[in-house]
Nanobody, 123 residues
Framework: QVQLVESGGGLVQAGGSLRLSCEAS????????MGWFRQAPGKEREFVAA????????HYADSVKGRFTISRDNAKNMVYLQMNKLIPEDTAAYYC????????????????WGQGTQVTVSS
């Protein structure tokens, strides 16, 4: 069972930036796609971004395109989410997840999630 630990959340003003990090315990991390999801209070968890095992394929939710960037460092078992131009609607708990395969195949194609890190954007 892989363990995922997110970090980097916090309180930021609208227009600001944050970089989230996620460390995976699995040694075969580099074989799998990785993703970021978020859940705001009273709302369902939603897909944010995903990256293939080799980082040559990335996918983003329409709401974050052009503002967020997902990346990974397979040598360090790390995946990142750079969030720029943050808006209050980005306020949520953010979770990283490991995919079931090496390429992103849809929001349901993830097997494990971390505990989450809170991002709060003030207006």
């Amino acid at each position: 069972q892989v363990q995922l630990v997110e970090s980097g959340g916090g309180l930021v003003q609208a227009g600001g930036s944050l970089r989230l990090s996620c460390e995976a315990s699995r040694r075969t991390f580099s074989n799998y796609a990785m993703g970021w999801f978020r859940q705001a209070p009273g709302k369902e968890r939603e897909f944010v971004a995903a990256i293939s095992w080799s980082a040559n394929s990335k996918h983003y939710a329409d709401s974050v395109k052009g503002r967020f960037t997902i990346s990974r460092d397979n040598a360090k078992n790390m995946v990142y989410l750079q969030m720029n131009k943050l808006i209050p609607e980005d306020t949520a708990a953010y979770y990283c997840a490991i995919g079931k395969s090496n390429y992103y195949r849809g929001p349901s194609d993830f097997s494990s999630w971390g505990q989450g890190t809170q991002v709060t954007v003030s207006s």
